[in-house]
């Protein structure tokens, strides 16, 4: 399966703003954007001109390393957005956030969504009570997700439980650490998503 395989730190310096691709890095002194809070390469610290097109760009390309999806899905996603009712932006931006991978970041059990990928990948949970290995899996309204029996003595998910309640975990989720599963009460209105993501500038830039 393709996926990018570079620095993260430079996609946060990429986008100007801390996409917190890094976990706990992030918040530590040294997160490279805390030192150098501009893109990289030799033309850095310049200042390109700020077309309408350059932002509708870089939101997108915010969007995707966000929850780091590649451009064709991306695009596939978008066009599913289309198709369905509601504004195209929000319904986006819900199809992103309903992915598994994102699911188990979400409700505290991996430290970014690239661990949470990781350990989709890997086998360690249960949806429904079927064993689901494809971090781009969307949840469902009333689906119960929980990590397999056989993996719950895993550090990561040792650590998880013990820090419960350290996360804030959004309301249409709920994380039960002691048991360590995440019921999904419903798909997540534009409101309860605190992604920093314009998401009007990705339908106008599709939309030409």
Same mark, same amino acid.
């Given at each position: ?7 993260? #730190?430079?996609? #946060? ?12 890095? #992030?918040?530590?002194?040294? #997160? ?20 309408? @097109? ?11 390393? /966000? ?23 929000? /319904? ?16 505290? @059990? ?33 689906? /119960? ?64």
């Amino acid at each position: 399966m393709a996926r990018y395989t570079g620095a993260d #730190c430079r996609r #946060c310096r990429r986008e100007k703003m801390k996409l917190f691709l890094k976990g706990s890095k #992030c918040d530590g002194p040294k #997160c490279p954007f805390e030192s150098r809070p501009f893109p990289p390469g030799q033309h850095g610290r310049g200042r390109p001109k700020e077309t309408e @097109y350059l932002l509708q760009l870089r939101e997108k390309q915010k969007a995707r390393r /966000v929850y780091g999806v590649l451009e064709k899905q991306f695009q596939r996603y978008y066009d599913e957005a289309v198709r369905k009712p509601g504004k195209t932006g929000e /319904v986006l931006l819900q199809i992103l956030e309903s992915r598994l991978d994102n699911v188990v970041y979400r409700a505290g @059990y991996a430290k970014s969504r690239d661990m949470g990928r990781q350990l989709v990948k890997h086998g360690h949970f249960l949806v429904n009570g079927k064993k689901v290995d494809i971090p781009s899996y969307r949840v469902t309204e009333h689906d /119960v997700v929980e990590v397999r029996e056989k993996s719950r003595e895993l550090t990561p998910f040792i650590v998880a439980a013990g820090e419960a309640g350290s996360k804030v975990v959004p309301a249409w989720l709920e994380a039960i650490p002691s048991q360590l599963k995440i019921l999904v009460h419903s798909l997540p209105a534009r409101q309860v998503i605190d992604t920093q993501v314009q998401e009007q500038l990705i339908v106008e830039l599709y939309s030409k």
